[in-house]
């Protein structure tokens, strides 16, 4: 699936090589439940906000979640294209800094993530 900033391959990158969605599963592949995340917090605290996702030899940072994507326990992570970092992509998104709450801030921000599909460009 598709949405405006995964179209963006020249600006981000291509998809596939730059932006990973991560699902928080159990071993049976079920939905990972509330207290179980909260035993894990300080440890996906760390990857999250410190050390980032990697995958082979490569690191990819924590992008967002949407509003969907929390109640699935999944997140966005993205790894650098060139000098395109994750503070870039935030900057791309727009101004989100009046929306006082950080969960409506979130959520404005995940909306550019809402599949899409190409239409006019303006």
Known sequence: RSNR???????F?????????????????ECIHGEVLKEWSPELKKFL???????GRQNYEFLLFSNSQL??????????????????????LGEFKQEKSI???LA???????????????
């Open 5 to 11: 900033v995964l179209r963006q391959t020249e600006r």
């Open 13 to 29: 990158g291509p998809p596939v090589e730059h932006f990973c969605r991560v699902l928080l599963r159990d071993c049976d592949l």
């Open 49 to 55: 906000l410190n050390d980032g996702l990697n995958i």
């Open 71 to 92: 109640r699935d326990r999944s997140l966005t992570f993205y790894r650098p294209f060139g000098e395109t970092t994750v503070e870039d992509i935030y900057q791309w």
């Open 103 to 105: 969960g409506t801030r």
């Open 108 to 122: 404005r921000m995940a909306q550019c993530f809402t599949s899409t599909t190409p239409g006019i460009e303006v």
